[in-house]
């Protein structure tokens, strides 16, 4: 069977992001559209997005998922904002859509299952890697978070920075973060004095 190089590649590559390739690296593989449609029909691959097939399954892992959308999105995308928070495991459950921020002032349209975000300030001191996903760093994940998800959600998921010790609490910042009013009204009595 001639496929059987080409297969092995895109078993490599898949296994390498979470099972999900794209169209472009089966082409690098060596597998045209044509011959990515055969696969489809045989349930040897599986789209998830235009351009982005899971390989041998369907049922994609959450990091799977999250894989899937970078690709959809383009080689300099990156998690970002509540889905970049559960990647650092500040909070507890992944929510659809997935939050992904491509570089540049002009956003992609959004797609099934993504939401996508544009920022002309997403430079490499920003973005980070957990699990070989692209993610932003802790410290733009709490900012995003901060303008765009309920102070509830934001509030969870900086004291859980804090407590993995991946931030510092510092400033008049610290007394968001406070467990209790006593807690903030005690801290406020230290800077005091």
């Known amino acids: ?11 490599e590559i898949a296994a390498r992001q979470h099972g999900v390739v794209s169209i472009a690296q089966l082409r690098a593989a ?6 990515a449609a055969r696969r489809v029909q045989a349930g040897r691959l599986h789209r998830l997005h235009r351009g982005v097939y899971a390989v041998g399954h369907c049922r994609v892992s959450l990091q799977g998922r999250c894989f899937a959308a970078l690709l959809a999105c383009g080689e300099k995308a990156v998690l970002s904002h509540a889905s970049a928070a559960f990647v650092w495991g500040l909070l507890d459950t992944l929510r659809s859509p997935l939050d992904v921020t491509v570089p540049g002032r002009s956003g992609r349209a959004n797609r099934r299952g993504i939401r996508v975000h544009s920022s002309s300030l997403l430079d490499r001191a920003s973005i980070a890697s957990r ?21 509830g ?6 004291r859980r920075a804090i407590d993995l010790r991946l931030v510092e609490p510092a400033g008049p910042a610290a007394d968001e973060l406070t467990r209790s009013e006593l807690e903030r009204l005690f801290l406020a009595l230290c800077r005091r004095h």
Do not use: F, Q
């Open 131 to 151: 699990g070989g996903i692209r993610v932003t760093n802790v410290e733009r994940t709490l900012r995003d978070l901060r303008r765009s998800a309920e102070r």
């Open 153 to 158: 959600i934001y509030l969870r998921a900086a």
């Open 1 to 11: 069977m001639r496929d059987k190089p080409a297969d092995r590649a895109v078993a």
């Open 30 to 35: 060596g597998i045209d559209r044509r011959a």
